[in-house]
C-alpha cells in the first residue's frame, strides 16, 4: 500500500465514522437542563435506629422502614447507538432517624431563605438562564445536606444556614456544574432533609415531609400523601423524567411506595405486591433500587434477609446475593448491571465488604472479593459496570474506588472527620457528587479524584 | 410566514454566534464527532463535549476565536480520557453491544495507536487543519506535529500489514 492508498483509506474511514454520529434534537436542552436530561437520582440511605422509641411501642408498633432509592433511567430514546455506559446513579448512607427533621438543627437566624423576586419565570425558549426563580446570594454559613442534578449544568443543594427564625432550610442552585451557586427559595419548614428535582421544573423535598415546585423552585407546596395521614414520613424519593416515587415509613399494612407524575401531584399507590417477608422484619432498614423496567428491595439491617424484586411491573420474592453473610447496599449502573456491597460484621469503625456483581439484573451474580476493611459502609455508586465507589465512615470519611470491576481499590478520598456519607451518586461517566457530614464533595474525572465544593456566587451563578 | 426557513444556517466567516446557545447548537455536532473519533465510544464523546462546552460557558463572550478554544478543550479532554482510561487497566467502556455497527479494519488499527499520534491523524486528514493549527489544539510545536503524523502513519501501516 503507498502512502496515498494508506491516506485515502484513513480519510474514507474516518468520514464514514464521523457522519454516523449525529447531535440528539435535544441535546442543547439536556445541556441547559431542560426536560428530559441525563437524569441524577442519587439515593438516600435512612437507618431506622428512632423507629424503637419506647413511646411508639406497641405490639404492632409502626414498622419505620427506611429504604434506599435508586433509580437510573437509559437514556433517552432519540439518544442512538448507546448501548453501553448509560449515567449511573446510585447510592449513599446517611444516618439519622426517619422522624427527625434532616439536619442538625439550626440556630439563630434570619429566616428561611427568600430568594428576591421569586419570578416563576418559565421561560419556553431555553436562555442560559435557564427557568427557575431569580436567584439571590448565597446565606452564610450555608451547609448542605441533599445533592441533586437534573443535567451536567444545573443542580441544586438543600441546606440549612443560621437564621434568626427557624425555619432556617436553605436552597441553592448552580447552572454551571456547581462553579457558581445562587440562593433560590427553600420550602419554609425544616422538617426536610432530601431534594430531588427531576426537571428543571419539577422537584421535591422531602423527609419527613413531602413539598413540592413545579416552577423551578419560585413557590413550595405542602404534599400529603392520601391516606398515609401524618403519621407516616417519607424516608426516601426518587425523580426523574418519567416519574416521582416516594417512600412512606413502613406502617401496618399501608402502601410504602407512591408514584405520579412529575408535572404535578397526582400520588397514588404504586404496583406493589407480596413484599411481605420484608414486612415481618422488625426495625428494618430497607434499601429499593429501580431501574427502567427492574426494580430491587432488600432489608438493610437483617443479616441474610430476603429480598424482593420488581420483575414485568410487580414485584416478587428475591434473594440478595449476600446470603447470611450480611447486609446488603445496591446500585445499578444499567438496567442490568447491578452492584451489590454486603456489609460483614461490623465493629470499632471497620465492617468487612464483599462485592458482587451481576451482568443479568440480580439473577446470578459473581463474587469480586472484598473492598478494604476501613469503615462502615455508607453507599455505592456505579456510573458504568467496571466503576464502583464506596462510601464508608468509621474513624474517618472514606470513599474507596474500583476500576476494573472490583478486581483491585484504591482510597480516592479521605478526611479524618468520620463525617457521615448522603447522596454519592454520578451525574455522568465522569461526573459525580457526594456530601460529606455538611460538605458537597464533586469528582470529575469518574471518581479517581474528589475535592469539596465551594458555594461561591458568581456572574453566572444567578 | 416569515421567512425562518429561509435564513442561511451557516454563519458568515468569522461571524459569531449571538448567544451561548446559538454557539453550543452550531459546533454540536461537529464537536461530537471529533470527539467520537478520538475516544471511538459515542456515550464518553457526548459526555466529554458537554463537559468541554460547560468549561467554556463561562467566558465563551471574551474568547477571540471560541471554535478554536472549544476544539482544543475537545480535544484535551478525549487526551485527558485515555490517560485516564490507561489507569483503569484498559477495560472496555462499553461492553460488547448489541448494536456494535461493523467497523473496518482502519477503525480498529486507529484504536490501537497511541492517543496524541491519532489526535494528529483526525486533526489533519479529518478536520483538515494546517500544521500550526494542529500545534495550537495540541498544544506542541510544529515539529512535533510532523513526527506524531510520520510515527502515526507508520504505527497504521504497520498494524495493517500483520
Not at chain 1, 116 to 142: K, L, M, R
Request: glycine letters at 14%.
Amino acid at each position: 500500500m503507498t502512502d496515498d492508498e494508506l491516506i485515502d483509506q484513513l480519510v474514507q474511514t474516518l468520514r464514514l465514522e464521523a457522519s454516523a454520529v449525529t447531535s440528539p434534537p435535544d441535546a442543547w436542552e439536556r445541556f441547559a437542563g431542560l426536560g428530559t436530561v441525563v437524569p441524577f437520582r442519587p439515593v438516600r440511605v435512612r437507618r431506622a435506629r428512632l423507629a424503637l422509641t419506647a413511646g411508639a411501642v406497641g405490639a404492632a408498633a409502626a414498622l419505620i422502614v427506611a429504604v434506599l432509592v435508586v433509580r437510573s433511567a437509559g437514556r433517552s430514546p432519540t439518544h442512538v447507538a448507546s448501548p453501553g455506559a448509560p449515567p449511573a446513579s446510585s447510592a449513599a448512607g446517611s444516618s439519622g432517624g426517619t422522624g427527625s427533621s434532616g439536619g442538625t438543627g439550626s440556630s439563630g437566624g434570619t429566616g428561611p431563605l427568600t430568594a428576591a423576586a421569586p419570578a416563576p419565570t418559565a421561560q419556553a425558549g431555553a436562555t442560559a438562564d435557564g427557568p427557575g426563580p431569580v436567584g439571590g446570594p448565597v446565606p452564610a454559613g450555608f451547609g448542605a445536606s441533599s445533592v441533586t442534578f437534573v443535567s451536567l449544568g444545573t443542580g441544586w443543594v438543600l441546606g440549612t444556614a443560621p437564621c434568626a427564625a427557624p425555619p432556617c432550610t436553605s436552597v441553592l442552585r448552580t447552572r454551571d456544574g456547581g462553579r457558581s451557586w445562587a440562593g433560590v427559595p427553600a420550602p419554609p419548614t425544616d422538617r426536610v432533609s432530601g431534594l430531588r428535582f427531576a426537571t428543571a421544573l419539577d422537584g421535591w423535598a422531602y423527609g419527613p415531609e413531602l413539598w413540592s415546585t413545579h416552577d423551578g423552585g419560585a413557590h413550595w407546596s405542602r404534599v400529603t400523601l392520601p391516606g398515609s395521614g401524618a403519621g407516616s414520613p417519607v424516608v426516601a424519593l426518587v425523580a426523574a423524567a418519567g416519574g416521582a416515587e416516594a417512600v412512606t415509613a413502613w406502617t401496618g399494612g399501608q402502601p410504602v411506595l407512591w408514584a405520579s407524575p412529575v408535572g404535578s401531584d397526582v400520588w397514588a399507590p404504586a404496583p406493589w405486591v407480596g413484599v411481605e417477608g420484608l414486612a415481618a422484619a422488625p426495625g428494618a432498614t430497607a434499601r429499593l433500587v429501580e431501574q427502567g423496567r427492574g426494580g430491587w428491595l432488600t432489608d438493610g439491617v437483617r443479616v441474610g434477609a430476603a429480598g424482593a424484586r420488581l420483575q414485568a411491573g410487580s414485584w416478587v420474592p428475591w434473594t440478595p446475593p449476600c446470603g447470611a453473610r450480611g447486609t446488603p447496599q445496591l446500585a445499578a449502573s444499567s438496567a442490568s448491571d447491578l452492584v451489590v456491597v454486603c456489609g460483614l460484621d461490623a465493629g470499632a469503625g471497620q465492617q468487612g465488604k464483599q462485592v458482587a456483581f451481576s451482568a443479568d439484573g440480580g439473577t446470578t451474580f459473581q463474587d469480586r472479593g472484598t473492598a478494604p476493611l476501613g469503615g462502615i459502609l455508607e453507599g455505592v455508586a456505579s456510573p458504568s459496570p467496571s466503576v464502583v465507589v464506596i462510601a464508608a465512615a468509621g474513624g474517618a470519611s472514606v470513599l474507596y474506588g474500583s476500576f476494573d470491576a472490583g478486581r483491585t481499590w484504591t482510597t480516592v478520598y479521605r478526611d479524618p472527620g468520620g463525617a457521615p456519607w448522603r447522596d454519592l451518586g454520578f451525574t455522568s461517566p465522569t461526573r459525580g457528587v457526594a456530601i460529606e457530614g455538611t460538605a458537597l464533595l464533586q469528582t470529575l474525572d469518574g471518581g479517581h479524584t474528589w475535592t469539596p465544593v465551594t458555594f461561591t456566587a458568581g456572574v453566572s451563578g444567578r | 410566514m416569515n421567512g425562518m426557513g429561509l435564513v442561511d444556517p451557516s454563519p458568515a466567516l468569522g461571524a459569531r454566534p449571538e448567544s451561548f446557545e446559538d454557539f453550543y447548537r452550531e459546533q454540536h455536532e461537529s464537536m461530537l464527532r471529533l470527539a467520537y473519533l478520538l475516544t471511538h465510544s459515542r456515550p464518553v464523546a457526548e459526555d466529554l463535549v458537554q463537559d468541554s462546552f460547560l468549561r467554556i460557558q463561562p467566558r465563551w463572550e471574551e474568547l477571540d476565536a471560541p471554535t478554536a478554544y472549544l476544539r482544543r478543550t475537545v480535544a484535551n479532554a478525549c487526551y485527558s480520557y485515555h490517560r485516564r482510561r490507561r489507569r483503569e487497566d484498559a477495560l472496555p467502556v462499553e461492553p460488547p453491544g448489541v448494536d456494535q455497527p461493523e467497523h473496518d479494519e482502519m477503525w480498529d488499527a486507529l484504536d490501537r495507536l497511541d492517543p496524541r499520534r491519532r489526535a494528529v491523524l483526525v486533526l489533519r486528514y479529518y478536520l483538515d487543519l494546517s500544521e500550526a493549527d494542529i500545534a495550537e489544539t495540541l498544544g506542541c510545536r510544529r515539529g512535533t506535529v510532523k513526527s506524531l503524523s510520520h510515527r502515526a502513519l507508520a504505527d497504521l501501516r504497520r498494524i495493517l500489514d500483520r
